[in-house]
Each structure stands twice: as C-alpha cells, then as structure tokens.
C-alpha cells in the first residue's frame, strides 16, 4: 500500500499586536515560499514562524490597512526582497498608520507604499501557493478577502458568528453585507474561514448561523428579520 500523500501547503497563525490580530503564513514545503497575511504586529515572531515553518515570505498580502493588521509589514519587507499588496482604496489609511498608532502606542514605523494594488480576480502567487483576491469592502473601502487551497483568509470582513464593524471612517454595513453575501456566500460551502480576529469557521457555519447573515437574508427574501 503506498504512503499517502503530504500536502505540500503549510498554514500558520499568530496572534499578534495590542489588539490581538491574526496573522498568517501559508506556504509550500517544497518551494520553500510563502505568503503573509496582514502581519499586525510583532514581525520577529512572524518571521521566526515562517522560519519554523522551512519557509521564506515573498509576498505580504494586506486585507486591509487597518493599524492592528499593518504594522508588521516594515519589519518583515526589511528581512528580505518581499512584495507588498494592499488595494488602492486603503491607501490614504495605510499612509496614516503611524499617526493613528501614535494614539494607542507611542512612536512606530510607517509602513512603507504597497508595490502592488491587486483588484478583485487577480490572483497572488508564490511558487506552490495561489491566492484569489476578492474585493469585499464594507469594513474600509479597499477590504480584501483571499482564497485558495479551500481556505478564505476573510479580515475583518467575516468573524464566527459576527462581521467587521463597520463605524469607522470609511466603513458601509450595506457595501460589508453585500460582500458577505454575494461574495463570500457564494464560495463552497467547506471553505475553512481564517478571520482577523477570534477563531476560525467555515462558510456552511456562517450562512447557517451567523445572525448579521440571517437578517440580510431574511431582508433580501422580504421577510421580517430579527
């Protein structure tokens, strides 16, 4: 009987920073390559993940460009030749980060211009990793969800049984329950959901138990709701 087969992909996630965000590293054992996923905060830990992992990061891939997921990314480009994606709609906050930051920590580095503005439908990749980008605002204007390998890396667009705020700057429950829904809804329902923040999910949960997403259904069918 032959060995089974070792998935090449390999997923990790660090809970990082002041407001306790996380951040993610998925790669490929045999390239050795990998992506991060909104590195918030503490980018030696990130780094010392990726290296446990027998991977490098080459792309930093932002969903957003709130302070809690953004501050890492000076400190991982700074490790290496690595590509930042941010979408152009979260730029003017990503050039803000460190003056917002300065409210709740004290001086920080700026994190530096994106090299990259990716759109919905394009498609992020390393050797042995690719990532849809899919455009799902509502939390800020520019919110980017990512999906591949049967796994979406939400943000802070789709929590386990919540959903980003959407009361700051920038933010549009409609726009969010619209990307939730006709977006996010509309992958398979086994897709693992790998949030910002709090513990992981999958979509059949979410479309099943998820109160924000049972009122907008409820709304759109022109039933009373909650």
Same mark, same amino acid.
């Given at each position: 009987?032959?060995?089974?087969a070792?998935?090449?992909?390999?997923?990790?996630?660090?809970?990082?920073?002041l407001?306790?965000?996380?951040?993610?590293?998925?790669?490929n054992?045999?390239?050795?390559?990998?992506?991060?996923?909104?590195?918030?905060?503490?980018?030696?830990?990130?780094?010392?993940?990726?290296?446990?992992?027998?991977?490098?990061?080459?792309?930093?891939?932002? %969903?957003?460009?709130?302070? =809690?997921?953004?501050l #890492?990314?000076?400190?991982?480009?700074? *490790?290496?030749?690595?590509?930042?994606? +941010?979408?152009?709609?979260?730029?003017?906050?990503a050039?803000?980060?460190?003056?917002?930051?300065?409210?709740?920590?004290?001086?920080?580095?700026?994190?530096?211009?994106?090299?990259?503005?990716?759109?919905?439908?394009?498609?992020?990749?390393?050797?042995?990793v690719s990532?849809?980008?899919?455009?799902?605002?509502?939390h800020?204007?520019?919110s980017l969800?990512?999906?591949?390998n049967?796994?979406?890396?939400?943000?802070?667009?789709?929590?386990r049984? %919540?959903?980003?705020?959407? =009361?700051l700057?920038? #933010?549009?429950?409609?726009?969010?329950? *619209?990307?939730?829904?006709d977006?996010? +809804?509309?992958?398979?329902?086994?897709?693992?959901?790998?949030?910002?923040?709090?513990?992981e999910t999958?979509?059949?949960?979410?479309r099943?138990?998820?109160?924000?997403i049972l009122?907008e259904l409820?709304?759109?069918?022109?039933?009373?709701?909650?």
């Amino acid at each position: 009987m032959s060995e089974p087969a070792v998935t090449e992909v390999l997923v990790r996630g660090l809970v990082v920073g002041l407001f306790q965000e996380n951040c993610w590293v998925i790669g490929n054992r045999r390239s050795g390559e990998a992506i991060c996923i909104d590195p918030g905060d503490q980018a030696d830990d990130i780094l010392h993940m990726a290296a446990e992992m027998g991977v490098k990061i080459k792309v930093i891939a932002n %969903s957003h460009a709130h302070i =809690d997921h953004i501050l #890492g990314v000076p400190g991982i480009k700074a *490790a290496g030749n690595t590509d930042f994606y +941010l979408h152009r709609g979260d730029l003017e906050i990503a050039r803000g980060a460190a003056a917002k930051a300065r409210n709740f920590m004290g001086e920080v580095e700026q994190p530096p211009d994106p090299d990259h503005f990716p759109e919905h439908g394009d498609v992020i990749e390393v050797d042995g990793v690719s990532l849809r980008v899919l455009h799902t605002p509502g939390h800020t204007p520019g919110s980017l969800s990512y999906f591949g390998n049967g796994m979406l890396f939400s943000g802070d667009t789709l929590f386990r049984g %919540s959903i980003g705020r959407t =009361d700051l700057p920038g #933010g549009d429950l409609q726009q969010e329950m *619209a990307s939730i829904v006709d977006t996010l +809804l509309a992958l398979p329902d086994d897709t693992v959901v790998l949030p910002g923040h709090m513990d992981e999910t999958r979509i059949e949960t979410e479309r099943r138990t998820n109160p924000f997403i049972l009122q907008e259904l409820a709304r759109r069918s022109g039933q009373s709701g909650y």
